[in-house]
């Protein structure tokens, strides 16, 4: 073969290459790697699948907004909120902050604090607060503590030291740090290995419906999506890997250590909510078809237990959307609850 048969062999490849990655791009990964059409969650852009990305930007459309820390000037506060990125508008679109809807629906003020550190949770913040006579400055009528569903186990249903204290100078400091940073995308060309992934796991959805090991991909019986996968259940596999952490022990743990905290609490004049949030797989369970995972009975068994706080049961509240054809109650590329969820939490939940 001469020089110039091989040469011409190569250009030609490589504009094969070229041609083949920039329509890739241009088709399909472009928007799942980047926010060209605007941003969307995790578990599309991780399980390789365009007809279940939800494009969204931040917008707001109520008459009353919360207050984070940054804002707090000394204000009457009648609600103090804790938790994680659902407490901190980590789902993003439209009204993306539930206690906008609890300050709006209730003529409410409400603070949001970030927790102090994400491996104890909202529980062990909350300790700290109390204990440093910093509550005691905000005097907040109501707390609600809030966490995902599938670690409340995890952060609530543990030993935890209700003497933990932290000087002014270290809360303080905690306060100056942003309460939540969502990860920006890094920037993509158009000939990235995404696009190879995307080709490779496009023909292993053709044999299966969960490809990755990180993301579970199930299909529903009915649609309740307002996308182009609109009946497929996209989820992290850690709310099935956690299941496993729910023993009789842990839940009993968990609710001696919320009913203990409404004690102190009360002794304020301050009443306790929890609120933790219903699992996207725990919600659409019920709706996959030949579903081969074990169910969560997480809030079945919260439901049962002696409580001296208020327990505002979210799957509960969704649930009964869903079963009157409500879509998008959570967005169907991400582990976040939309909007419609937060509107609908707190229509019915009530703050004496």
């Not at 190879?196 to 496009?202: D, E, F, I, N, V």
Request: hydrophobic residues 40%.
């Amino acid at each position: 073969m001469t020089y110039k048969k091989l040469t011409c062999g190569f250009l030609i490849a490589l504009a094969v290459f070229v041609a083949l990655n920039f329509g890739i791009w241009k088709c399909c990964t472009e928007r799942l790697l980047t926010d060209s059409d605007g941003p969307g969650g995790d578990l599309a852009r991780t399980g390789y699948l365009v007809g279940a990305k939800l494009p969204r930007r931040a917008t707001v459309h109520l008459p009353r907004r919360h207050l984070e820390i940054k804002d707090y000037q000394g204000q009457k506060i009648d609600v103090l909120t804790i938790g994680d990125s659902f407490s901190n508008g980590g789902g993003g679109g439209r009204n993306n902050y539930y206690q906008d809807y609890l300050a709006s629906l209730h003529n409410l003020t409400v603070l949001n604090l970030g927790m102090f550190e994400q491996r104890k949770g909202p529980l062990a913040t909350l300790i700290v607060l109390l204990n440093s006579g910093y509550l005691d400055r905000l005097a907040p009528k109501a707390v609600v503590l809030q966490t995902v569903g599938r670690i409340a186990v995890e952060r609530f249903g543990q030993p935890l030291s209700f003497d933990e204290n932290w000087s002014a100078e270290a809360i303080r400091q905690q306060f100056q740090k942003p309460v939540y940073v969502p990860t920006a995308l890094p920037p993509v060309k158009f000939i990235n290995t995404g696009n190879m992934k995307y080709l490779y796991y496009s023909m292993r959805y053709l044999v299966q419906d969960s490809p990755t090991r990180q993301v579970l991909v199930k299909k529903l019986s009915q649609p309740l999506f307002s996308v182009q996968l609109s009946d497929r259940l996209l989820f992290w596999h850690d709310d099935i890997d956690n299941l496993a952490r729910q023993t009789p022990e842990a839940m009993l743990l968990l609710n001696e250590n919320l009913n203990r905290m409404a004690d102190l609490l009360a002794r304020k004049g301050i009443k306790l909510y929890f609120m933790p949030a219903v699992d996207k797989y725990d919600l659409y369970s019920e709706y996959i078809v030949n579903n081969p995972y074990p169910p969560n009975r997480f809030f079945e068994r919260m439901r049962s237990l002696p409580k001296r706080y208020r327990f505002i049961d979210t799957k509960a509240i969704l649930a009964e959307g869903l079963r009157q054809g409500e879509k998008d109650l959570y967005y169907p590329d991400d582990t976040h609850w939309s909007w419609k969820a937060s509107e609908r939490i707190f229509k019915q939940v009530r703050f004496e």
